[in-house]
């Protein structure tokens, strides 16, 4: 094999958030907090829906492994982000880059269809509720579930195959905090418009898409209970609040990565910063706030772990 084919970059360096220490040392804190966060949040949501026989329902289970989801998304990234803005020296080997542009791509594949499985679970809550136990019965939520995990590994098998085999040597600094497909695809020595393009309108196109789907999808539920009665829309529109306010936490940062055709750098680490470690959080927390039973279900759950500390 021709040397110049071969891949000579053994590692890539992040050039970080900032040159500041002062400003690192607050990103540092801010980001061990929301993501120790996200990690009691949503493991909080996971093991009361697992735990408490009251949440056993189709919804509850999509919940539960959407936050399941979110834990893997910001762990692929987060952990090592935090552990960088200690170190002068921000480098991840070739290897480490490629699995975490494969997590991250297939996590967000999951995350989007998932999302879309829980507009279908709402729709036939709110429109055919006498039907929805038959309809949302446990083998269409596996279904889902499966569905949405083969999806998202596709979608990452096949950008990884455009970029894997690409020849890297010479620059190998990246401009962000984590591995980035379009700054991966940048750094080889070969002329990739074209490839940047295919995969970045790709992308681009599969989450415009999917976010005009859900959002066309809960107009169109708004719609069908105001046709029936105008009094029940505006309890349509508080179960809804909370799967639109986290779609568009989700979609808004994967639009502007990927549709946005100027891309400006600190705009750019401002958002992946928001997606990686503050959605996660705010996830856990609006599915949360917005629902009595989860509430309950959670103090219940905190108060039988405090009883059974004492009693140990």
Same mark, same amino acid.
């Given at each position: 094999?021709?040397k110049? +084919?071969?891949?000579?970059?053994s590692?890539?360096?992040?050039l ?6 002062e ?7 801010f980001?061990? =907090?929301f993501y ?5 949040? +949503?493991?909080l949501?996971?093991?009361? =829906? %697992?735990?408490d026989? !009251?949440?056993?329902s189709?919804? &509850?289970f999509?919940l ?5 989801i @979110?834990?893997?998304f910001?762990?692929? $990234? ?7 803005l200690?170190? *002068? @020296? *921000?480098t ?5 880059? =490629?699995v975490q542009?494969?997590f991250?791509?297939t996590v967000?594949?999951?995350?989007? =269809?998932?999302l879309?499985a829980?507009?279908y679970?709402?729709y036939?809550a709110?429109?055919?509720?006498? !039907?929805?136990?038959?309809?949302? +019965?446990? !083998?269409?939520c ?5 569905t ?9 098998? %096949?950008q ?11 620059p190998?600094?990246? @401009? ?10 940048k750094?080889?020595c070969?002329? $990739?418009?074209t490839l940047?393009?295919?995969v ?5 196109f599969?989450?415009v898409?999917s976010?005009?789907?859900l959002?066309?999808s809960?107009?169109?539920i708004?719609?069908t209970?105001w046709k029936r009665?105008?009094g029940?829309v505006? *309890?349509?529109?508080?179960t809804?609040?909370?799967?639109? %306010?986290?779609?568009v936490l ?7 990565? &990927? ?5 400006i750098?600190?705009?750019d680490k401002f958002l992946?910063i928001? @997606?990686?470690?503050? $959605? ?7 599915y $949360?706030l917005r629902?009595k039973?989860m509430k309950v279900?959670m103090r !219940? ?8 500390? *004492?009693?140990?």
């Amino acid at each position: 094999m021709d040397k110049a +084919n071969r891949s000579v970059v053994s590692e890539f360096v992040f050039l970080g958030l900032s040159d500041s220490w002062e400003i690192q040392l607050l990103l540092f804190l801010f980001s061990s =907090v929301f993501y120790v966060a996200s990690l009691m949040g +949503n493991l909080l949501i996971v093991f009361s =829906v %697992t735990s408490d026989p !009251r949440l056993y329902s189709p919804m &509850y289970f999509l919940l539960a492994n959407l936050s399941i989801i @979110d834990l893997i998304f910001c762990s692929s $990234t987060v952990p090592k982000m935090i552990y960088d803005l200690l170190r *002068k @020296d *921000k480098t991840i080997s070739f290897g480490g880059c =490629v699995v975490q542009i494969f997590f991250i791509h297939t996590v967000g594949g999951t995350e989007i =269809v998932l999302l879309i499985a829980m507009a279908y679970d709402r729709y036939v809550a709110i429109c055919k509720p006498l !039907r929805y136990l038959s309809i949302m +019965n446990p !083998r269409r939520c596996i279904l889902f579930l499966v569905t949405s995990w083969i999806i998202g590994f596709i979608h990452s098998v %096949t950008q990884l195959a455009f970029v894997v085999d690409l020849p890297f040597c010479g620059p190998n600094e990246l @401009d962000s905090f984590f591995c980035d497909l379009p700054r991966f695809i940048k750094l080889a020595c070969i002329e $990739t418009y074209t490839l940047g393009f295919m995969v970045t309108a790709n992308s681009g196109f599969i989450s415009v898409a999917s976010f005009l789907i859900l959002i066309i999808s809960y107009i169109f539920i708004l719609v069908t209970v105001w046709k029936r009665s105008s009094g029940g829309v505006s *309890k349509a529109f508080s179960t809804l609040s909370a799967h639109v %306010t986290v779609v568009v936490l989700f979609f808004g940062p994967l639009i502007f990565f &990927y549709v946005w055709p100027f891309p400006i750098s600190h705009v750019d680490k401002f958002l992946a910063i928001f @997606d990686a470690v503050i $959605t996660p959080f705010l996830n856990a927390v609006i599915y $949360t706030l917005r629902n009595k039973e989860m509430k309950v279900a959670m103090r !219940r759950l905190c108060t039988q772990f405090v009883n059974d500390s *004492k009693i140990s």
